[in-house]
């Protein structure tokens, strides 16, 4: 029926597309802090380079094993606990001291957010019928 469908279109998709700003902003905000963080961690730009692909290394790495515990967990868990995790690493961002921990921590980071985006069109698919 339409009206299930624009019911689920208002509930759904404002928390899901906020989600994916989140995630968009999260994955390039690395090259914002580089202007601040350079100086501090005494970092080249090739180190920031490093930092930000460790980042799609760990994102590429769980994306599948993490879109297909999705149907046996749950979307809600799944997607829940990339983005508890995915925002505790991002906040403990600003306690690095050197370019190793911004590596480490941009590896976890990539970690936890690779389930969130396969999460949410798996679990959109579920909701919406194909036609």
Known sequence: ???????LLRKLLPVLWLG??????DRSNLGYAQLQMA???????QAFGLAS????????????????????????R??????????ILSAS???VDSVGQLCVLRFALGLAESGFFPGCLLYLTAWFPSS
């Open 1 to 7: 029926p339409p009206e299930l469908v624009t019911k």
């Open 20 to 25: 994916y700003v989140f995630n968009i902003l």
């Open 39 to 45: 100086d501090d961690l005494h970092a080249t730009p």
């Open 53 to 76: 692909g460790i980042f799609f290394l760990g994102y590429a790495m769980l994306q599948l094993p993490l879109n297909h515990a999705v149907p046996r967990l749950g979307a809600r």
């Open 78 to 87: 799944v997607l829940s606990t990339c983005m508890v995790c995915w925002g």
């Open 93 to 95: 961002a600003g306690l």
